[in-house]
């Protein structure tokens, strides 16, 4: 396939991907699913794509699609993601892959009966930060890993969320907090053990969890490294950050405490400096490598759409990797068996913080 015709359902930061599938060589956006058809044709005329739906399932019909973005509600992502592998789209979406175990599993087994290429489109490792780790990693420089911290604090209180939001206990969604962690060591999650700090006000509490906190230990598969990671959601009042601290024996890597004060790296017994991490434009094919700047020169036609460099840079790694998977017919950087562990690894990580912090074994794929 030297083109792939990409469909995108859901356009609030979903939109940010229009422009990049149209730059790319290898794709193009040639449909558009939103349920609200004003707001579906306000978007469809500002960047002139004439397929527009407005039930997903119809979208599903287009023999013209080749491949679906799905970047809908949070709790819609499971059923549409297994309904387009059995349409026979290869599939990205943004995380959580699903919200149960049991979907994550079936979507595996869908991965592998179809044939399709599915990749849940996880941000925090194509990020500027994260790509720069790992180039350090792979260098040599970081050494043996000993351990890891991840982190996402996010205070969501205000009003213009969507209900089912609200109270939603704070691992079920852990990705961006796990993904660095596992893509680190190169290994997936094997075990869980979290417990729940603090409460959250009752009128949240719509899921039985009043946890204001959960932070959780992971150990690795074939690995004597462990990590552990902490998220919450409502009623903790910090500045917004989603982060990774690891440590190796010959450097380690911290991120910033405050936005813009710039990650520290620490080498020797007590040198340490600063670092700002560079743009990634350089990874990328010329003709999307501008979507990865911090300070990006768009088309005026997409300027209302386009919200900077989307999520640490990573939407155009993100659209890369998923359309360079079908152009070479290979599995995705984020296929399926290892989106399940990341998502069942937060999943599980609050079951077992409603049992009082008990062992759980995560599902080997």
Same mark, same amino acid.
Not at 112 to 120: A, D, H, I, L
Not at 142 to 170: E, T
């Given at each position: 396939?030297?083109?792939?015709?990409?469909?995108?359902?859901?356009?609030?930061?979903?939109?940010?991907?229009?422009?990049?599938?149209?730059?790319?060589?290898?794709?193009?956006?040639? +449909?558009?699913?939103? %349920?609200?058809?004003?707001?579906?044709? =306000? /978007?469809? #005329?500002?960047?002139? *794509?004439? &397929?527009?739906?407005?039930?997903?399932?119809?979208?599903?019909?287009?023999?013209?699609?080749?491949?679906?973005?799905?970047?809908?509600?949070?709790?819609?992502?499971?059923?549409?993601?297994?309904?387009?592998?059995?349409?026979?789209?290869h599939t990205a979406c943004?995380?959580?892959?699903?919200?149960?175990?049991?979907?994550?599993?079936?979507?595996?087994?869908?991965?592998?009966?179809?044939?399709?290429?599915?990749?849940?489109?996880?941000? +925090?490792?194509?990020? %500027?930060?994260?790509?720069?780790?790992? =180039? /350090?990693? #792979?260098?040599?420089? *970081?050494? &043996?890993?000993?351990?890891?911290?991840?982190?996402?604090?996010?205070?969501?209180?205000?009003?213009?969320?969507?209900?089912?939001?609200?109270?939603?206990?704070?691992?079920?969604?852990?990705?961006?907090?796990?993904?660095?962690?596992?893509?680190?060591?190169?290994?997936?999650?094997?075990?869980?053990?979290?417990?729940?700090?603090?409460?959250?006000?009752?009128?949240?509490?719509?899921?039985?969890?009043?946890?204001?906190?959960?932070?959780?230990?992971?150990?690795?598969?074939?690995?004597?490294?462990?990590?552990?990671?902490?998220?919450?959601?409502?009623?903790?009042i910090r500045q917004y950050?989603?982060?990774?601290?690891?440590?190796?024996?010959?450097?380690?890597?911290?991120?910033?405490?405050?936005?813009?004060?710039?990650p520290v790296i620490f080498?020797?017994?007590?040198?340490?400096?600063?670092?700002?991490?560079?743009?990634?434009?350089?990874?990328?094919?010329?003709?999307?490598?501008?979507?990865?700047?911090?300070?990006?020169?768009?088309?005026?036609?997409?300027?209302?759409?386009?919200?900077?460099?989307?999520?640490?840079?990573?939407?155009?790694?993100?659209?890369?990797?998923?359309?360079?998977?079908?152009?070479?017919?290979?599995?995705?950087?984020?296929?399926?068996?290892?989106?399940?562990?990341?998502?069942?690894?937060?999943?599980?990580?609050?079951?077992?913080?409603?049992?009082?912090?008990?062992?759980?074994?995560?599902?080997?794929?």
């Amino acid at each position: 396939m030297d083109k792939v015709r990409v469909g995108i359902v859901g356009l609030g930061f979903g939109a940010e991907f229009i422009p990049i599938y149209e730059k790319m060589n290898n794709a193009e956006c040639v +449909a558009i699913c939103r %349920r609200d058809k004003e707001k579906l044709d =306000k /978007l469809g #005329d500002a960047v002139g *794509i004439d &397929k527009r739906y407005t039930d997903f399932m119809e979208m599903l019909k287009d023999p013209d699609i080749d491949a679906i973005h799905i970047n809908t509600d949070f709790m819609e992502h499971g059923w549409m993601t297994k309904e387009s592998l059995k349409a026979g789209k290869h599939t990205a979406c943004t995380i959580n892959m699903a919200f149960t175990v049991e979907d994550c599993l079936e979507i595996v087994k869908l991965e592998e009966e179809t044939g399709k290429v599915y990749m849940m489109m996880e941000t +925090a490792v194509y990020t %500027r930060e994260f790509l720069y780790f790992k =180039k /350090l990693l #792979d260098e040599g420089q *970081i050494g &043996k890993i000993q351990f890891m911290r991840g982190s996402h604090v996010q205070n969501m209180g205000l009003p213009g969320w969507d209900d089912y939001w609200y109270g939603m206990p704070p691992m079920i969604n852990g990705t961006h907090a796990l993904s660095p962690m596992s893509e680190a060591v190169g290994k997936p999650f094997l075990t869980v053990r979290c417990i729940g700090s603090g409460k959250i006000r009752d009128e949240y509490d719509q899921y039985g969890c009043s946890f204001a906190v959960e932070t959780a230990q992971y150990t690795f598969k074939d690995s004597d490294v462990a990590c552990e990671v902490s998220r919450s959601l409502f009623d903790v009042i910090r500045q917004y950050r989603e982060s990774f601290d690891i440590y190796g024996d010959k450097m380690s890597m911290e991120w910033e405490q405050l936005i813009d004060e710039n990650p520290v790296i620490f080498t020797g017994f007590e040198d340490a400096w600063r670092v700002h991490v560079p743009d990634t434009d350089y990874m990328l094919p010329k003709e999307i490598a501008s979507f990865a700047l911090r300070h990006q020169s768009v088309d005026e036609s997409h300027v209302a759409f386009l919200q900077g460099s989307g999520h640490g840079g990573s939407h155009p790694h993100l659209a890369n990797e998923f359309i360079s998977a079908i152009v070479e017919n290979r599995k995705s950087a984020v296929h399926a068996k290892k989106a399940a562990n990341w998502t069942m690894a937060g999943l599980l990580a609050h079951e077992s913080a409603k049992l009082g912090g008990v062992v759980i074994e995560i599902p080997q794929l």
